[in-house]
């Protein structure tokens, strides 16, 4: 889908080349990301792929077209572009700003308002409460999003996310990182992904590009880049500890099919139900779902002590977080640690209730792979 | 509804029915035949006009050079010398109105011409300053999406430069406008007319009447300006 | 003793002390204060009485270019200024609140009666030159249309023959000369005519107004410098509807009790400002860029009231 080679960048007045001799090739709907330390070529990179820099030597191959015989213009137009900063217009509402590139292109108004809708459901923004705001009445996250329903609202097949989720706390930033991956296995873009954290690399990408003073260290999965780095300027940005970043790379649902555990009760389970589960069960916990199989909560040891009444729904209190089952591994972990309990329970989009993983589910994990 | 009416037609006719009321008592109660000589409601309608020619001429043609100017001072391939400028605007604006007048009248002679080219002059400074400033200003992250999203650089100028340079371009527009109605009674001086007819006689022959209708019409004309401007702005720009 | 008593001895002694020290600052040597309007004429003349006063030994304060009209006349009266030379005209009308007198003796002994008897001001001499208001044309254009006096220049306009440059009968003048009752509008009713239009300028400018021909015919002031070197002409004013301004040192009665010999000293001086040489003087200040007080030396040095200084 995208081909780069031999691509070189030396800006005026500079003699050292901030990208030097490029090469790289990114497959149709893979997401490719750019990781290094600031200033080791990797924006310029990705700008020179739709041209807001021009490249002073080598190629880029669009669908196998030179890029410098397409209009830069109409070249853009068809690669969705994401910053940092997001960019948004101040001046303009959510919904005048996701529908830029429409208007741009002058599509009709019926099928502008169909797509910028479509986009702000994907990217979970209600149209009816979002489209007449002004990006200043928006959080962090949600600047975001719209950031990404602009890139992508003219469906265009290749895109460039330059440090994308830089900008948010760390909490919105795995949980926009995770809606991402789901959009992305729908959509299935070719993305050139750039960032500096290599947490944030081995979580989205399917390849790995690790750069460093201007030129390509290693292109490799994330995977193999975890198991054999390339030198030991990879090695040192990959860090120590590869076990727990593998974490990473594993989603919820993977595990969650191997893991053989009790049925949860439904709310109208009787109390010596829970009395008999909650002495089997390895959790110490007895999780409880209403009767749509929507998580209800769970009940300890101390819950039936204190409160009284007839069925499970009397006891159960609610749990402070979950986690989805497109999260990772590392996702559950840091959920597990912040509620300071040796378990998690994995609900669906629609918040299902799916099942229930442990720390030491997550040690076998990591014991299997080393 | 009963709000816009108030804010676009009652105030603004509070503000000159009281100004109006002045004048009329004024040319009805003359204190002795030099106020009734100069207030007369011919006279007073002829300083208006000729102000209002001066602030209409000079104003139109500061707002198209000083936004034209600034716009063309902001692209990157004269925004050094948009720098320069922006200086030289700067300590133009501290030289005395009075003074660009002297400086214009030993140049080009006097009159209404004149004093129109000097105000001219003059307005163009805050506004030319206010645009660059604007532009200047715009957030680059929000140029580079614009950019990157394939927005032609002449789009980018009209659908987001201008758009989020507006409100201080509108503020230089407004400080322009009051600066010039204050510097317009000095037209006089050179044979241009205007308002500072009544405010210079007046000082001339000591009347505080004709001196005070003068400058209470140079007040009204630049608090309504600035007023009706003010609000006219807040209902374009909705976002900040 | 009670707190307020303290008080009200600190004050009364506060009060005591201030009265003493402001007293002891009273000088010992009276001074007089000359003050003047802002014009070139108005300089010179402060300048002239200021350095023929000091030559006789008199010590003098320079108030000169002080402000306008009712400005110095207010600082008189209150006793800031002890001189400063005035117009019979401007006084008539101005404080006395008279009718328009056109004879210059009349004039001034009117006034001069008036102001010693009412404010214990004294008229010195008058000058013979009369620096009144003037309506001037360029001189090629009067001498080609024939017109010598403003009865000549209404009967052209009346005749609707065509306008020199700029083509209209347009009119520069002050802004004073648009408002007072013996300004413009009085003018053209008395000599029955009508400008196409009459424009208020500062009155600096009206000159060269009618020298770049803006203008086909202003007002002036008699004794202007610029008249002669702009070769501009003055209308006789066969009417007489002008007033008189002709100029005399007004000093306060208390001065000339200090120093009695004032009215020996000013009053030559007087006598020898004629017309053309006050437009002279004039002219050295605004056309040769001299300084008020320079010019004022050398001609009382030329004409020997002064001796100069070795």
Redesign the interface.
Known sequence: MIKVEGLTKVFPGQTIPAVKDLNLEIKEGDVCVLVGPSGCGKTTTMKMINRLYEPTGGKVYIRGEDHMKIDPIKLRLDIGYVIQEIGLFPHMTIYENIATVPNEKKWPREKTKEKVEELMHLVGLDPEIFQNRYPTALSGGQRQRVGVARAMVSDPPIMLMDEPFGAVDPITRARLQNEFLRIQERMSKTIVFVTHDIDEAIKMSDTIAVMNEGELIQHDTPSDLLSAPADEFVANLVGRHRSIKRLHLIRVHEILKEVDRTEPLTEDAKKEEVEKQLEDSDLRTVIVVDRDNKLKGVIGASDLKRKAGEVAGDYCHEVSDTVTDDATLNDALSVMLECGVGYVAVVNEDEMYQGTITLGDLLNVVREDS | MFRTLWVWIGIPLIMIGIVAAMIIYSVNNPTD??VE??LTYERVFRVIRQHASLLLISMTGATIVGVLGGIMLSRPSLYRAGRVVETIVNIGQTVPSIAILALF?TIL???FRVAVFALFLYSILPILRNTFAGIDGV?Y????????????PL?ILTK?EL??A?PIIVAGFRTAIVINVGAATLA????G?GLG?LI??G?????EM?ILNGAALAALSAILLDYLIGKAEERV???? | MSMKRILTISLVLVVLVSFLFVMGCEPAEPTVKVGSKEFTEQLILAQVAILALEHHGIPTEDESGLGGTLVNREALEAGDLDLYWEYTGTALVEFMAHDVITDPEEAYATIAEWDQAENDLIWLDMTPFDNTYTIMMRREDAEEMNIETISDLAAAINADEPAPEPGDWNFAMSHEYEARDDGVDELQETYGFQFDYADPMDMGIVYEALREKEYSVSMGFATDARIAAYNLVNLVDDMGFHPVYNCAPVVRQEMLDEFPEIPEILNPISEALTADVMSDLNMRVDIDDMDADEVAEEWLIEEGFIEPEE
Request: proline letters at 2%.
């Open positions: 035949s030099i000589r100069m009248y002679g006097m009159g957030d992250s929000i140029i580079e999406a614009a950019r990157g999203m394939g927005m032609h789009r987001i758009p989020i507006f006089t001086f050179i044979g007319g007819d210079v006689t000082l001339a022959v000591r009347r004709i720009v909705k976002w900040s």
